[in-house]
């Protein structure tokens, strides 16, 4: 299982759109890992997680091909996770020439996302080459090879945000963004599952914050829940991800790629960056 994240920034982006913040300035002038898109991720070639506005600009950049990806699961409605406009270029021939066996690319998500892609594309998805299904958390569901299970977060309710549970060929990714502490009823459902990878929302940085979004130290209580619950392997390799160039910036010094990777390393995380390659 290859993990491949495309964009690992919060909804504004790092450097901030609009931003003059000192770290804002400080990334454009480092560049490198200091640019971060809008949040989203591919396993192998063919599973898309969200839609972000970089999604496109991020697959160019990084050599991924759209065309490939035939499943696309969404997190939640947030419009840093979710741009149901751009899926109107699916439609053929209007906007794209495919095979005409080609299957419609399908999408999955909770409610909200239901209600987005049909408002932004009317009922008759088809039409776009889009297959919509909704998925209730809790309830495994397969996408082709893989087995992919949406579990509950608190994020922006009443909205039921998912974090993902992908496994295929014996390997297991946990991927989340925009997260609180997880819910004990996700913490029960992932009881006993040996996890590869896990990927965990990190947008406050160093500042404590528990809930809606997470910050490192509530990494490391994930973590260890995970370890009480028998989730964690020697090998499982977890991941800070989705940052705020609000919490970037501190008043003793920019939290760099560099100087953050160091931070966390010795409990066993690594920073997200556009870019970076898992593979299990
Ligand atoms: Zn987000
Ligand atoms: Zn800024
Ligand atoms: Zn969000």
């Known amino acids: 299982m290859k993990l491949t994240y495309i964009g690992t920034a919060a909804a504004e982006a790092v450097p901030a759109l609009f931003c003059e913040c ?66 109107e270029f699916r439609r053929a021939p209007a906007f794209c020439i495919l095979p005409d066996d080609r299957a419609p690319l399908k999408v999955y998500g909770n409610r909200n996302i239901e209600a987005g892609i049909r408002q932004a594309l009317g009922d008759d998805l ?6 919509f299904t909704y998925v209730p958390p809790y309830v495994p569901f397969k996408a082709g090879d893989y087995t992919v299970t949406p579990l509950s977060v608190i994020h922006c309710l009443p909205e039921d945000a998912y974090i993902y549970l992908i496994e295929k060929d014996g390997k297991r990714l946990l991927y989340g963004n925009d997260t609180g502490v997880f819910p004990e009823k996700t913490f029960d459902y992932l009881k006993g599952i040996k996890l590869d990878i896990v990927s965990l929302d990190c947008t406050m940085g160093f500042r404590d914050c528990e809930t809606g979004h997470m910050g490192f130290s509530a990494n490391l209580k994930v973590k ?16 800070s991800h989705h940052f705020s160039h609000n919490s970037l910036r501190e008043p003793d010094g920019d939290w760099t790629y560099e100087r953050f990777s160091e931070k966390v390393k010795p409990y066993g995380f690594i920073m997200s960056y556009d870019g970076l390659v898992i593979e299990k």
């Open 22 to 87: 000192s770290f804002c300035e400080n990334a454009r002038k480092r560049g490198g890992k200091e640019l971060r898109r809008r949040s989203g991720a591919i396993v192998n070639n063919d599973l898309l997680i969200d839609f972000s506005p970089d999604t496109y600009t991020g697959t160019l950049s990084l050599g991924i091909r759209l065309n490939e990806v035939k499943y696309v699961i969404i997190t939640h409605s947030h419009s840093d996770h979710f741009c149901p406009h751009e899926l």
């Open 126 to 131: 088809a039409l776009h080459g889009i297959d």
């Open 224 to 239: 260890n829940r995970l370890e009480e619950n028998g989730c964690v392997k020697d090998d499982t390799v977890f991941i």
